[in-house]
């Protein structure tokens, strides 16, 4: 069993950065593949990136111009998604979640975190 918390959400203007966070509480947490996804209202979830559990792939469909970054820090059990120049469009519940397949669909994850709120104003 693994347990996921997100934390870093807020308020930010256009063209701000928040750095996410994901602390994962469980047995042998640097084994799992580590996504986050998230969510506008009135919209699906959307996959934003993934990382392997030793950190050296990561796994991004580019929707974000290279504005995101995934990383871990398997001695913390955090995984954390840096997001530079944000955009009003960005404004989501971002979710991370684990599982053991390298992928960008929901179903190919177990666990997942309750969601942090990012909100980028115009």
């Known amino acids: 069993q693994v347990q996921l918390v997100e934390s870093g959400g807020g308020l930010v203007q256009t063209g701000g950065s928040l750095r996410l966070s994901c602390a994962a509480f469980?047995?042998?947490?640097?084994?799992?593949?580590v996504g986050w996804f998230r969510q506008a209202p009135g919209k699906g979830r959307e996959f934003v990136q993934a990382?392997?559990?030793?950190?050296?792939?990561?796994l991004s469909t580019g929707s974000e111009e290279g504005r995101f970054t995934i990383s871990r820090d398997n001695a913390k059990n955090t995984v954390y998604l840096k997001m530079n120049s944000l955009k009003p469009e960005d404004t989501a519940v971002y979710y991370c979640?684990?599982?053991?397949?390298?992928?960008?669909?929901?179903?190919?994850?177990?666990?997942w975190g309750q969601g942090t709120q990012v909100t980028v104003s115009s």
């Open positions: 990382i392997s559990g030793n950190g050296l792939n990561t």
């Open positions: 469980g047995r042998t947490t640097s084994s799992y593949i």
């Open positions: 979640a684990a599982g053991s397949v390298f992928a960008t669909t929901e179903s190919s994850y177990d666990y």
